[in-house]
């Protein structure tokens, strides 16, 4: 494939049935310019996406994403995405994909400002290299989101269970926490309890028992999460979601960051004290999640 694959959806009504949908799609060269200035996603981050790992041509886990791209929308207001419609719209991408490890990314925007319909596109490219991090694992920091546990329920206009464009403060936390000598974060609400990574879910194990927080409170619900809780499962494991307050993090045995594109990566340091590492379990769960799954 070229760099990058883009393409152009004209996006139809949820409940819309076709054979094909072919004729909404247009390819457009990823390297020239495509959106007007006046798009919102653009100018306010308007908008909503998912990320889509991709191994050896095969899109992962096609399914949970489109049906959170659908929940982020309807969260934002947006129009519900046509999932058939989505659906096509990645095999056309997942066509374009490199063998090894590649990324679509799903894209549906406000649209341009004042205009009559949203924006969508879909593009795909080669995934970087998360060889290394993998195999090292990160250390990370905790960090106060600002928000407490009830906030999303109490005040949904904050929009803290959707996955929007909007990601300038996930990118700011990345930048604490390296300045404060990890790799990266994990959020705490303000009255002490686990949420998540700036971009990816958490997993807690506590002897034979795996927990991530609820998925309330704005927690995004993992799709990678759901997948390595299905491996966990079919080891014999016991895995189950629970608040988790924020003094249980020292009490782990083990933790891991999981994520569509970088998949699992153990805590090897929580706020500079240093944590154990199952790099074995890691490198299984990678197996699998490098193995094809729909």
Known sequence: MAQRFALIIDPVGDSEERADYADTFTVVDATAPALSVGELSTQRGDGVFESIGVIDGHAQEILPHLERLAHSAALCDLPVPNLAQW??????????????????????????????????????????????????????????????????????????????????????????????????????????????????????????????????????????????YEYLERRGFEVGYKRIPASDLGRADAAWLVSSVRLAVAVTAINGVDLAADHELTRQANGYLLSPRD
């Open 87 to 228: 659906r096509q719209a990645v095999a056309v991408a997942e066509a374009e994909c490199p063998p090894g490890e590649a990324v679509i990314k799903l894209i549906l925007s406000r649209g341009v400002e004042h205009g009559p319909t949203p924006t969508a596109w879909v593009t795909a490219a080669q995934a970087s290299d998360f060889s290394s991090v993998r195999e090292t694992g990160v250390r990370v920091v905790t960090l106060d989101r600002g928000y407490d546990l009830s906030a999303a329920e109490r005040a949904p206009w904050l929009l803290l269970g959707a996955k929007t464009l909007s990601y300038a403060v996930n990118m700011a936390a990345l930048r604490e926490a390296r300045r404060r000598g990890a790799d990266d974060a994990i959020f705490l609400s303000s009255d002490g309890f686990v949420l998540e990574a700036p971009t990816a879910s958490l997993i807690l194990r506590f002897g034979d028992r795996f927990v991530t927080p609820e998925p309330t409170g704005g927690i995004l619900h993992g799709t990678t999460q759901l997948s390595v």
